[in-house]
């Protein structure tokens, strides 16, 4: 049941996968120096957070495994991993934890991949002893917690009791023996949200924002009568979440609705320190293996230099630093929430 579960989300995330649908990282444009610009050999995509250094600031966010079908594309995504040095997560390793006959499935992203930076995935439902049990088996760096209570309610065999899942993260973080980061699956993490992270000790908040992959409307394919369709376009953009957060002291990364390498500089632009990519990158990989995936993300790390090279940005962190302008839906959410959106549209210092 498990691994047909697993294989059901695979197909389905692909089926709903569209690149070209807009979302609100259209609503975050830079303004155009024409003298901003600087020596390309300058650009270092080296980025930092908590002590944690990454060599880029792009990441494979967490997608699957718990069959035969999702272990072979977890193997895939390990190689990519392995050959462009991105960081990796696993997808939630719910299955391995009561089954542990799918590890496999999960340990390939480190047989692949034995020197990467490689991110274990529990829900808030995990004891901390499964947690560390996730870990170990990984040999993770890092642990993701998914928090996903709107794909859970609308998951016929789903939890239904979340009230827990605050105490419960605070014992992850106190006994895992790595960073903690805690990513929503679509919906996004508000301010108030990310606070209560903060205060649990956790390491790193992905926002994981409204945009890509839809689990409510995926989890709503798989039920009969198709009953919670209603639920689409519930959430916050990861834009929204990004400005909402901006002030909590937290790291941030961004995920959700990630279509190309312009949407990674305006999340970083946001303030994110890292960015994630999981639906384009499982359709890459689907169409064309893990060649066809490689080319891609070699691509877009080099796309990324050169907006940069243009936008004056040394380093991620510069790119924060860069005047952007925030319009339509996205302005209207930040003015509901008393964001000042002015504070964004800085002259770079380099600008004459």
Same mark, same amino acid.
């Given at each position: 049941?498990?691994a047909d579960?697993k294989?059901?989300h695979?197909?389905?995330?692909?089926e709903? =996968?569209?690149?070209?649908?807009?979302n609100e990282?259209?609503?975050v444009t830079?303004?155009h120096?024409?003298l901003a *610009?600087?020596?390309?050999?300058d650009v270092?995509l080296a980025?930092?957070?908590?002590g944690i250094g990454?060599?880029?600031?792009?990441?494979?966010?967490a997608m699957t *495994?718990?069959?035969?079908r999702t272990?072979?594309? %977890?193997?895939?995504l390990?190689i990519?991993?392995?050959?462009?040095g991105v960081?990796i997560?696993?997808?939630?390793m719910?299955?391995?934890?009561r089954?542990p006959?799918?590890a496999s499935?999960?340990r390939?992203?480190?047989?692949?991949?034995p =020197?990467g930076f490689v991110?274990?995935?529990v829900n808030?439902?995990?004891?901390?002893a499964q947690?560390r049990?996730a870990v170990?088996? !990984?040999?993770?760096?890092?642990?993701q917690i998914h928090?996903n209570t709107?794909?859970e309610i609308?998951?016929p065999?789903?939890?239904?009791s979340?009230?827990?899942?605050?105490?419960?993260i605070?014992e992850?973080?106190a006994?895992?023996g790595?960073?903690?980061?805690?990513k929503?699956v679509?919906f996004? !993490?508000?301010r108030?949200t990310?606070?209560?992270?903060?205060?649990?000790?956790?390491?790193?908040?992905?926002?994981g924002?409204?945009? *890509?992959?839809?689990?409510?409307?995926?989890? %709503?394919?798989?039920?009969?009568?198709?009953d919670?369709?209603?639920l689409?376009?519930?959430g916050?953009s990861?834009?929204?979440?990004?400005?909402?957060a901006?002030?909590?002291g937290m790291p !941030?990364f961004?995920?959700?609705?990630?279509?190309h390498p312009?949407?990674?500089?305006?999340? !970083?632009a946001?303030?994110a320190s890292?960015?994630g990519?999981?639906?384009?990158f499982?359709?890459?990989?689907?169409?064309? *293996?893990?060649?066809a995936l490689?080319?891609?993300?070699t691509?877009?790390l080099d796309?990324?230099?050169?907006l940069?090279t243009?936008?004056?940005?040394?380093t991620p962190a510069d790119?924060?630093?860069?005047?952007?302008r925030?319009r339509?839906e996205?302005r209207?959410?930040c003015?509901?929430?008393g964001?000042?959106?002015h504070?964004f549209a800085?002259?770079f210092?380099t600008?004459?």
């Amino acid at each position: 049941m498990i691994a047909d579960r697993k294989n059901d989300h695979v197909r389905l995330a692909a089926e709903q =996968h569209r690149p070209c649908d807009a979302n609100e990282f259209d609503d975050v444009t830079f303004l155009h120096h024409a003298l901003a *610009g600087i020596d390309r050999a300058d650009v270092s995509l080296a980025t930092g957070f908590a002590g944690i250094g990454w060599s880029v600031p792009l990441y494979v966010n967490a997608m699957t *495994g718990g069959s035969a079908r999702t272990g072979d594309i %977890n193997r895939d995504l390990a190689i990519v991993a392995r050959e462009t040095g991105v960081p990796i997560a696993s997808g939630s390793m719910s299955a391995f934890l009561r089954d542990p006959s799918t590890a496999s499935t999960f340990r390939v992203l480190r047989d692949e991949n034995p =020197h990467g930076f490689v991110m274990a995935n529990v829900n808030a439902n995990a004891t901390a002893a499964q947690a560390r049990q996730a870990v170990d088996l !990984l040999e993770a760096d890092a642990l993701q917690i998914h928090l996903n209570t709107v794909q859970e309610i609308v998951m016929p065999e789903g939890d239904r009791s979340f009230g827990a899942w605050g105490p419960r993260i605070e014992e992850i973080v106190a006994d895992a023996g790595v960073p903690v980061f805690v990513k929503e699956v679509g919906f996004g !993490l508000s301010r108030e949200t990310v606070l209560c992270l903060r205060k649990t000790g956790v390491t790193v908040a992905d926002v994981g924002g409204r945009g *890509g992959t839809n689990f409510a409307r995926i989890e %709503n394919g798989r039920r009969a009568g198709g009953d919670y369709a209603f639920l689409d376009g519930w959430g916050q953009s990861a834009p929204a979440c990004l400005l909402d957060a901006s002030d909590t002291g937290m790291p !941030l990364f961004a995920s959700g609705g990630v279509r190309h390498p312009l949407d990674v500089v305006r999340g !970083l632009a946001l303030g994110a320190s890292a960015v994630g990519v999981a639906g384009t990158f499982l359709r890459t990989v689907l169409d064309g *293996g893990p060649d066809a995936l490689i080319g891609q993300i070699t691509t877009w790390l080099d796309q990324i230099t050169s907006l940069m090279t243009v936008l004056g940005a040394r380093t991620p962190a510069d790119l924060s630093r860069c005047e952007v302008r925030i319009r339509g839906e996205l302005r209207e959410f930040c003015a509901d929430r008393g964001i000042d959106v002015h504070r964004f549209a800085r002259p770079f210092p380099t600008v004459p």
